[in-house]
């Protein structure tokens, strides 16, 4: 008898231990990912004399944020708030074009039938596994070649290709998009290119949100292919030009201003995941089960 309920009770204390640690688990990403944003933010609100007398992880006396937010716009005539609107142009053009483009090759892939098809996928799945990185100094030496390096092509172009994109969408349109309404929109007379805007578009949906948000986050957050393409500082993103500025260690912006440019960077981000999350969260689903 003894033996019989001793089982049950080292089965339960396993089991207890497995979640706490799972827990503990979860507990240090969690703090791993929080800490460098709690820093960030207390950080924001800090005047120059007072971040690096202060505790980082708290707040000063005085929060300054909206002094170094005023003075961070009007710093060498107002080039922080050019950058953010440059990035907002490439990420934002870029990640629509990437959708659109994304779609189209996806939904070929998908439900046409020709030579060379596979071959084709298994270059775009080969494309996702080769580090973007290692495209920037071989796009420059081309672009260079064709006179487009430092203009807002040399950085948009390279934006608007997504293997990922193509990727998803070709799973998704196989497994969404029926093939007897594609015929049945044949049969009442529509074009191919019609059918691909009527039908398979919106049934597309939820994988296009989610092209979208992974492009428009890897444009915004680049940083290696602009510094390299770029020279004039009016065609620059904002993580170009933050870089630059804390190169400078201070001398011509503070630090205090530079983290406050950090903190404002991020949250086109954070607006952008918070609008489109649901969509965002049923598109990985269905591509990762379809």
């Known amino acids: 008898m003894k033996q019989s309920s001793a089982g049950p009770a080292r089965a339960g204390a396993t089991r207890a231990a497995g979640r706490i640690g799972v827990l503990a688990v979860l507990v240090l990403a969690a703090l791993y990912s929080l800490l460098p944003v709690w820093w960030l933010v207390v950080s924001a609100t800090k005047g120059?004399?007072?971040?690096?007398?202060?505790?980082?992880f708290w707040f000063a006396g005085r929060i300054e944020i909206v002094r170094n937010v005023s003075t961070l716009l009007g710093v060498q005539d107002g080039i922080y708030g050019r950058w953010l609107l440059n990035s907002l142009l490439y990420a934002v053009g870029g990640a629509l074009a990437a959708t659109l483009l994304s779609a189209m090759a996806g939904y070929v892939l998908a439900k046409y039938?020709?030579?060379?098809r596979e071959a084709v996928f298994n270059t775009v799945l080969g494309a996702i596994l080769i580090p973007a990185p290692l495209f920037a100094l071989p796009l420059y030496l081309m672009f260079s070649a064709t006179h487009?390096?430092?203009?807002?092509?040399?950085?948009?172009?390279?934006?608007?290709?997504?293997?990922?994109?193509?990727?998803?969408s070709r799973i998704y349109a196989a497994a969404?998009?029926?093939?007897?309404?594609?015929?049945?929109?044949?049969?009442?007379?529509?074009?191919?290119?019609?059918?691909?805007r009527s039908i398979a578009l919106r049934v597309l949906q939820p994988s296009l949100v989610t092209i979208f948000l992974f492009q428009f986050v890897t444009i915004w957050t680049n940083y290696l292919l602009p510094s390299l393409m770029l020279a004039n500082d009016r065609l620059q993103p904002v993580t170009v030009g933050l870089v630059a500025w804390k190169e400078q260690r201070g001398q011509t912006v503070p630090y205090n201003l530079i983290i406050t440019g950090a903190l404002l960077s991020v949250i086109p981000i954070v607006v952008m995941f918070l609008l489109l999350q649901r969509y965002w969260k049923a598109g990985l689903t269905s591509g990762s089960v379809k």
Do not use: H, K, M, Q
């Open 176 to 196: 969404a998009v029926p093939d007897e309404l594609l015929e049945a929109g044949r049969i009442d007379g529509a074009g191919e290119f019609r059918i691909f």
């Open 148 to 168: 487009i390096v430092n203009t807002f092509w040399a950085v948009f172009i390279p934006s608007i290709v997504s293997p990922f994109g193509v990727y998803l």
């Open 48 to 56: 120059s004399s007072d971040l690096f007398s202060s505790n980082g």
């Open 113 to 116: 039938t020709f030579r060379g």
